[in-house]
T-cell receptor, first 115, second 110 residues
């Protein structure tokens, strides 16, 4: 069974440009999460989808960040325009609904560097 | 909301035992989880405690005391490959996001 996959694995963009990160969750997982880790600090929550609906987007830093999950399958996270402080590792994670949803599975992350 | 505290760094030698503590504040509680992250890698699930007591999985054990809002991860027979960051995490209900602690960097030396 394939795990959570993310693309691109690394991206270097200039300030002001746009980047779109993609996440394919584990098949059958209704819950999809985006997290960010900046400069070795905490893993900070951004957003939680249940199927195609945004369950919780309280962690989205500002309106330069837009997440979508059309059809309840893969998700994209767009940063537009990117700022220097957006640099970090963006992790996507997914989990099942119900008791087995105690474990969430992370992707390898998309490393974003804004210069 | 939820907040969690962990020591920032712990050092130990191969073969030793180390305990990483986690204290949390949360409105609602749906279990304490532990994740391991090697540099450049994905956080991976280690353990989950919903009830008080000790859960053992091989060399790793995790403990929870809900009355004290406290838990710890115990790593035994440390190996060099255990050098990584360890995060505790909680969620308020089963439907909410997982909130992570600040992470503890474990350095294992020969």
């Amino acid at each position: 069974e394939a795990g959570v996959t993310q693309f691109p694995s690394h991206s270097v963009i200039e300030k002001g440009q746009t980047v779109t990160l993609r996440c394919d969750p584990i098949s059958g997982h209704d819950n999809l999460y985006w997290y960010r880790r900046v400069m070795g600090k905490e893993i900070k929550f951004l957003l939680h989808f249940v199927k195609e609906s945004k369950q919780d987007e309280s962690g989205m830093p500002n309106n330069r960040f837009l997440a979508e999950r059309t059809g309840g399958t893969y998700s994209t996270l767009k940063v537009q325009p990117a700022e220097l402080e957006d640099s970090g590792v963006y992790f996507c994670a997914s989990s099942q609904t119900g008791g087995s949803g105690n474990t969430i599975y992370f992707g390898e992350g998309s490393w974003l560097t804004v210069v | 909301g939820q907040s969690l505290e962990q020591p920032s760094e712990v050092t130990a030698v191969e073969g030793a035992i180390v305990q990483i503590n986690c204290t949390y504040q949360t409105s609602g509680f749906y279990g304490l989880s532990w994740y391991q992250q090697h540099d450049g890698g994905a956080p991976t699930f280690l353990s989950y405690n919903a009830l008080d007591g000790l859960e053992e999985t091989g060399r790793f054990s995790s403990f929870l005391s809900r009355s004290d809002s406290y838990g710890y991860l115990l790593l035994q027979e440390l190996q060099m490959k255990d050098s990584a960051s360890y995060f505790c995490a909680v969620r308020g209900t089963g439907f909410q996001k997982l909130v992570f602690g600040t992470g503890t960097r474990l350095l294992v030396s020969p």
